[in-house]
């Protein structure tokens, strides 16, 4: 890790053996290959290959988004029906790990006091430290959520059983507990939200999540407390009460200003992972069960304006979608949404379903790590469904996807009272292109219900033109084997079984169905 001493080193050695010191002052200068990388480098790096690898087409295009029945594939339907590839597994496990090791690395260099000094040039060394703790948090929540039991790290616990990314010291990590990582996690957000000196950049550039804006870093760190605490308070409701209450008093999101979304570019090279899965493909279109709830063919919300923002009409073709000039139907009739997990959606005309929006079919769009309306869902369920809270989610929702203000108030006053169902299926909505949340959020609710969202078993009724062209009038969803319901956890990679056996089957052991899709986690208790 001491790069500059192993270089230091490296030319007292030459010194020594050397009669000649002409050109010893070049040795330690290449501009091409520089001493070490500096943290906002890194940085930079980190959040941007954490969100391209679980938000891209297979770690979440052939995963949760759909299972969440945002989107369906359009050429065949095995992950649809939760027969998803062993190599998201292996992906999602291995590049978070990998991801990881970078964030441990800005800790360390601002930790060190020979590199410490350097690395504060771009920025303030805790901040450093407390936003890479807090990016810890998001990905060791994600693996915890798609696994269970998974080793872990954690920068202030010296719990023995948290030993991942020591791998000088362990090459063969145990696997910590859900509960003994969601309550470290909780403990590592306090303490970043805590050492954040909101007068000072956390970094000066690099960061393409806040550009360096502290407050917000904090904001972020208060706000995840609070959808984590959630979801524990099922199963330790006095940690979980007290996690919000000093969350929300440390300071939350509190507008679309605060979002935390992972910046893109416009060229192809630095683009989101759906534009590049549209590159030269168009396999997912936007699902039927989401396209009827906003059409408000389901539910009881009535038509959602948001339906115009989110999707395109199905008359639009991919490349007018891309170019972003096609022009938007406000007739509901001109959107249909893909059939969910149908076995034959190649003999369906490209005219007769849906693409998404070209608002979110663009190399900009940003990834959404968290955002305010998710917050004010949050406040409104903490809150014995605080009705107030429960519409400004709705209403934050709406404005981030640009909804005309009129129609916004509308919608507004015409939604039911907020309950765990009607909070939960409007959460499910704001969180669209989120799916590991909703995903989340559907395991620990239940909802959206069967009445939305199409459950193993039951059976879908096509349009007269999907029907026709398919020559079915109605078809049944099956899934997996016994499956009667949505996955509750990916399978261990199967590597794990020689790269770390022994700690794997003491893993499974713990499992309630063993390591398959059906084994629920923690706190998933509804």
Known sequence: MKRILTITLFVSALIMTSSCDDGLEELNENPNNPEFVLTNTI??????????????EFNMGRLDLNWMEYFGQTAYADEDRYLYRETSATSIYQNSYFIATEFKTIIDLNLDPETAPIVASVGNNENQIAASRIMLACIFSDLTNFFGDVPYYSYGTDDPDFQALQVDEIKSPVFASQQKIYADILKELRESADMINVEEPVFTKGDNIFNGDALKWKKFANSLILRIANRLKGV????????????????????????????????????????????GRTDFAVAAPFVDLLKGKTGKYGADPRLFEMVAPKEASINSIKAGDYETSLDQNDYQGIPFAFPVTNL??????????????????????????????????????????????????????????????????NLPA?????????????????????????????????????LPGESYTLPPDQAAASKLTTYEFKAAPNSTDLPFRIRYPQTLQT?????????????????????????DVN
Do not use: C
Request: charged fraction near 20%.
């Open 43 to 56: 940085f930079n790096y980190g959040t941007k290959r954490y969100s391209d690898i679980t938000r891209d």
């Open 236 to 279: 330790d409701a006095g940690t979980a009460n007290s996690a919000i209450a000093a969350a929300i008093a440390s300071g939350i999101m509190t507008s679309n200003d605060d979002n935390a979304i992972q910046l893109y570019e416009t060229s192809d090279a630095n683009a989101s992972p759906f534009w590049v899965a549209f590159i």
């Open 348 to 413: 369906l005309p490209r005219s007769t379903y849906s693409y998404m929006s070209s608002k979110v079919l663009r190399p900009d769009f940003g990834s959404v790590l968290m955002e305010y309306a998710e917050v004010q869902f949050l406040l409104s369920e903490i809150n014995n469904f605080d009705q107030t809270a429960y519409e400004n989610g709705v209403r934050a929702s709406m404005e981030k996807w640009g909804v005309p203000t009129a129609k916004i108030d509308a919608f507004v006053a």
């Open 418 to 454: 907020a309950n765990l169902e009607n909070v939960i299926t409007q959460k499910y909505v704001a969180l669209y292109m989120q799916a590991h949340e909703a995903w989340a959020e559907y395991r620990r609710t239940g909802f959206p219900n069967t009445d939305i969202l199409l």
């Open 499 to 523: 790269l770390n056996g022994e700690n794997l089957s003491n893993a499974i052991s713990k499992l309630p169905n063993g390591d398959t899709i059906l084994s629920k986690l923690f706190w």
